[in-house]
């Protein structure tokens, strides 16, 4: 396309989004509501990612070696468990360790309480392991069982498993409705495009006996669909944004170390280009969609 | 020149339009196209514009079959016409000098020949100080002078028109007609599908009569009626 039908084109969409002013602005809105909705939906697939890799991040496997293991066996434990493609760490935890956190710990001022215990510490050898993917947790800790040696495994596979489930439908959810929305604003805007074109019949009409192309006659209404688009994309980011950094902050007040939420930095980039991209694409296909009866001349 | 052979026309209702009409329009001619309401002259004029495609026959244009062009096709060989309404058809919220550029843009021609161009035309049609004003501030001649500057600004080779004068009086109605004349005298083609007796009477041009589809007379110099008073 040339500089100067682009200019005219342009110039064309500007005139049009200002002559059907109210319209306009009734699908400027409504993009942005759709966008916002659709931004709410993202942000919290975004978060719910954060928050179960913070889970997937703290939960641990906690492998006990029977109390008769000497340092030999915990070495050569420590070595058949970090050889596994599924651990990411495995780090010793002594009897003597557990005695001293227990010490500092859950017996805090009490500790006499513990006198005698270096001598017959009561506690065992155990490896505290960190898993590359808690999804196949049940398969790792199965293959731990059969190391010689174990005593017994700890781990918080319901807990993992509900994280997950949570985490999965969440994802399903959004994409779905994400989906329903995209198809709602393009509907929704099609329509007020095509108050705009049905508008303009009679310029169509004479710009197609003239031998104007489908192209040069689309164009225009296509640029209208995406400045509307990107307009109510701009509208949806600002409101959108304070509303994530309201959150945030009332979040961060409640102090829950698992629910905090992702910092505005990070979201905002994937905000603004999800938002630009689904109100351009929304505009556009909107537009074609309104104007395929018009062009039948 | 434009040339039917053997056109025939059903509509999608089963209205048969033209049946078996073959004729020949040399360059630079002017034609009229009468008849009945309803007789199949529209039908004519739309086959050349390649609004409707033949349903069987051909349609030459300087030798090329018209009725073979792809949909992308036809906005071109519309720029190689020029057309005019009994209603005008003129954009309301533009000027006069608007609605004649806008011509222009649409095929692509670029600022400055249309700022050289377009005051030229409009002079030519007798509406140069009315540049400015909007088509519900003139008279209906006047709008169908814009509607004429607007077909002939892109410099057609043909002009069609559709019962041009069908909403003028008279007087207006024969001075629209001097300027087809003039447009004519420079070598553009005219077809016009009219009702309007006086003028085809007055004008001494070729006359095609079309009746329930079909080319009933073809006469140089004619008038609306022929001898046996038909029509």
């Known amino acids: ?297 | 020149m434009i040339e039917f052979v053997d056109v025939n026309k059903t509509y999608e209702n089963g209205t048969v339009a033209l049946a078996s009409a073959s004729f020949k329009i040399e360059n630079g001619e002017f034609v009229f196209l009468v008849g009945p309401s309803g007789a199949g002259k529209t039908t004519v004029t739309k086959l050349v514009m390649r609004e409707e495609n033949v349903t069987g026959g051909h349609v030459y244009l300087d030798g090329n079959d018209i009725t073979l062009l792809t949909q992308k096709e036809i906005p071109y060989l519309r720029r190689k016409m020029g057309v005019v309404f009994q209603d005008f058809r003129l954009l309301d919220d533009r000027t006069v000098y608007e609605n004649v550029e806008f011509a222009m843009q649409i095929i692509g021609a670029s600022r400055r020949d249309i700022r050289r161009r377009v005051p030229v035309v409009l002079n030519e049609v007798g509406l140069n100080y009315k540049a400015k004003m909007l088509p519900r501030q003139l008279s209906g001649g006047e709008q169908q002078r814009v509607a004429l500057a607007r077909a002939i600004v892109n410099r057609p080779s043909i002009l069609i028109a559709d019962e041009p004068t069908g909403n003028l009086n008279p007087k207006t109605a024969m001075e629209i007609m001097d300027l087809f004349e003039r447009i004519n005298s420079m070598g553009t083609t005219i077809i016009m599908a009219t009702h309007a007796k006086d003028i085809v009477d007055i004008m001494h041009k070729r006359v095609i009569e079309v009746e329930d589809g079909a080319i009933v007379r073809d006469e140089q110099g004619g008038a609306y009626t022929n001898v046996d008073g038909q029509i």
Request: a neutral charge; hydrophobic letters at 50%.
């Open chain 1, 1 to 297: 396309m040339s500089m100067g039908r682009f200019k005219y084109s342009f110039s064309q969409a500007r005139k049009n989004i200002w002559r059907n002013g109210l319209m306009s602005l009734a699908s400027l809105f409504t993009i942005a509501s759709c966008l916002i909705i659709l931004g709410i939906f993202t942000m919290l697939t975004m978060n719910v990612n954060h928050i179960t890799a913070e889970i997937k991040n703290q939960c641990e496997i906690e492998f006990f070696m029977k109390d008769d293991a000497n340092e030999q066996t915990v070495t050569r434990i420590g070595e058949q468990i970090r050889a596994m493609e599924n651990v990411k760490e495995a780090v010793l935890f002594t009897k003597a360790d557990r005695l001293d956190y227990a010490k500092k710990d859950a017996f805090e001022g009490r500790e006499e309480l513990l006198e005698g215990y270096e001598k017959d510490n009561p506690f065992s050898d155990s490896y505290k392991i960190t898993l590359k993917d808690i999804s196949k947790t049940s398969e790792t800790v199965s293959q731990m069982e059969a190391i010689d040696g174990v005593d017994h495994i700890n781990n918080q596979q319901d807990f993992v498993d509900l994280v997950l489930a949570f985490s999965n439908m969440i994802k399903k959810c959004s994409i779905v409705i994400m989906a329903v929305l995209l198809i709602v604003a393009i509907v929704i805007i099609s329509n007020a495009i095509k108050l705009t074109v049905f508008n303009r019949r009679k310029e169509i009409n004479i710009m197609k006996y003239i031998g104007a192309t489908d192209g040069f006659i689309r164009v225009p209404f296509i640029i209208e669909g995406m400045l509307i688009g990107l307009l109510g994309a701009v509208l949806a980011f600002a409101l959108s944004s304070w509303g994530y950094v309201a959150l945030s902050g009332y979040m961060d007040k409640l102090q829950m170390d698992l629910l905090t939420l992702l910092p505005y930095y990070e979201t905002a980039p994937v905000m603004a280009v999800i938002f630009i991209f689904a109100g351009c694409v929304i505009g556009m296909v909107g537009s074609l969609i309104s104007m395929r009866k018009y062009l039948r001349v």
